[in-house]
């Protein structure tokens, strides 16, 4: 089983994901973990280290922004780095760059489209 760290402000998107990902979840081949902050997240990965193969974080949150996450993460989880999913409401050129510096392995925009999510997931064998 593929554990997926979701790191969202927005408390509703654990709904949004459990019902998108009903099949896959059901049969085992994902598990979601969810955070509701930048602070939660690098928690969560201090006490699972090595479970959360891939993560998606959204940009923009209150305290720890996702770019700070993913700088943090990508300079402190070397072997293997779990993989960065940027998710956000602002398709602009501007975050798309910086995440992409900062080591993001992937940028999607909200409101997600959960098909290209899944087509994703399979081609990066989460």
Do not use: C, W
């Amino acid at each position: 089983m593929r554990k997926i760290l979701v790191v969202d402000d927005e408390r509703d998107i654990q709904t949004l994901f459990e019902q998108r990902f009903r099949k896959e979840i059901k049969n085992g081949e994902l598990n979601f973990v969810f955070a509701f902050s930048g602070e939660d997240a690098l928690s969560y990965m201090k006490d699972h280290e090595q479970e959360a193969v891939l993560i998606l974080s959204d940009i923009n949150m209150p305290g720890m922004s996702g770019l700070e996450l993913l700088k943090h993460i990508k300079e402190k989880y070397e072997k293997p780095p779990p993989v960065v999913m940027m998710i956000t409401a602002y398709g602009d050129n501007e975050n798309y760059k910086l995440a992409m510096q900062l080591g993001a392995d992937d940028f999607l925009t909200k409101p997600v489209d959960f098909i290209s999510l899944k087509e994703k997931l399979k081609a990066k064998s989460v």
